[in-house]
């Protein structure tokens, strides 16, 4: 079996700031309600001219400047989306002609808030097989689309962004590898986290407008606790399966969906808050877009380096959870 190796990171967020003070126009909340309650202080939003692959682009082509290949030393197009750019054709294959490379498989992932450790996994078995050697792993939403600004539990969460890896395969001596990855779902929770309207069960009517069901909806309360409980029981599984210590981990990434969260999954292992990566403040939730863009800004910064041992950690709507562990 061969290994990948993460070769190059890159993001984009929207130009548009959206701020707590904002907000307060819109619905009855106040900055510091926000920022106490889920650590955000400011979301990014797309510009009405932009689409989801306008985003996931301008991440891909960072991530390839910073890997040093082309568009045409790709091989496979993972997409990881719930708000793409509309149901058909896929995101991935509007991508893929937006990058001008023909005829490699291209494909969208749904796994909401989890998406891209999913995207991450399924990429690393391909690398591993030797069917591919070079898979761009993208994480982008348009999210706040979907979000009714009347709605406080869920207007002040959500915001725009796109984040990008590109997954090469490794050399037989390359200690930077993925090591594993673990994924699970609980289908019988998916009643926490919907968008009720515009599938086969419910398509898009007067009737679903009239009644807000084309945005997202949540159950704040059960989400907390099952967030905590499953990114943790993921990340207990790869320290367990790789036979590694917490405090061998340099970076924690979770998925940016309310600091309380990540805190609470820190202290679950004692592990260090100053070292768990969070950039909620500045993008709230972007869901599947949230991992690689907190992945490369804290690699820009200078706190993620070559060689250290990165956990990342996920859940979602599903409900779906993952993490890999990665020496980068």
């Not at 390839?64 to 054709?89: H, R, S, W, Y």
């Not at 999913?118 to 591993?128: H, R, T």
């Not at 009347?150 to 993925?178: M, P, Q, W, Y």
């Not at 009644?211 to 309360?221: A, D, F, I, P, T």
Request: with cysteine; aromatic share 8%; glycine share 8%.
């Amino acid at each position: 079996m061969f290994r990948s190796r993460v070769a190059g990171t890159g993001h984009y967020l929207p130009l548009k700031i959206l701020t707590n003070f904002d907000l307060e126009r819109l619905v009855d909340t106040t900055d510091q309600w926000i920022r106490e309650r889920t650590g955000i202080e400011r979301r990014h939003v797309a510009a009405d001219d932009e689409v989801t692959t306008d985003l996931a682009l301008k991440a891909t082509l960072k991530a390839l400047e910073d890997a040093g290949k082309t568009p045409n030393d790709l091989d496979m197009i993972i997409f990881c989306t719930v708000t793409g750019d509309q149901v058909m054709p896929s995101s991935a294959c509007v991508l893929q002609q937006k990058l001008g490379c023909d005829r490699i498989p291209a494909f969208d992932l749904s796994a909401a808030c989890s998406g891209f450790v999913y995207g991450l996994s399924v990429a690393d078995q391909f690398i591993k097989t030797g069917h591919h050697r070079c898979i761009l792993i993208v994480g982008a939403e348009i999210i706040h689309r979907f979000v009714n600004y009347k709605d406080r539990e869920t207007c002040i969460l959500f915001g725009d962004g796109a984040g990008a890896f590109i997954l090469e395969r490794a050399d037989h001596d390359d200690s930077n590898v993925i090591l594993s990855t673990h994924l699970r779902a609980e289908g019988a929770l998916g009643d926490l986290f919907v968008l009720p309207a515009g599938g086969s069960k419910k398509p898009f009517s007067q009737e679903v407008l009239d009644k807000g069901e084309h945005y997202v909806r949540m159950k704040g309360r059960e989400i907390f606790k099952n967030a905590v409980r499953t990114m943790a029981a993921v990340c207990q599984e790869a320290l367990e399966h790789n036979k590694i210590g917490i405090d061998q981990v340099s970076w924690l990434v979770p998925h940016q969906a309310n600091w309380r969260i990540m805190e609470a999954v820190a202290e679950h292992f004692g592990f260090p808050k100053e070292k768990v990566v969070s950039v909620v403040h500045e993008m709230g939730n972007t869901s599947a877009a949230t991992i690689p863009v907190a992945f490369d800004m804290a690699r820009k910064d200078g706190r993620i380096k070559r060689g250290q041992f990165i956990l990342l950690t996920a859940f979602g709507a599903g409900l779906t959870a993952g993490s890999a562990l990665l020496r980068f």
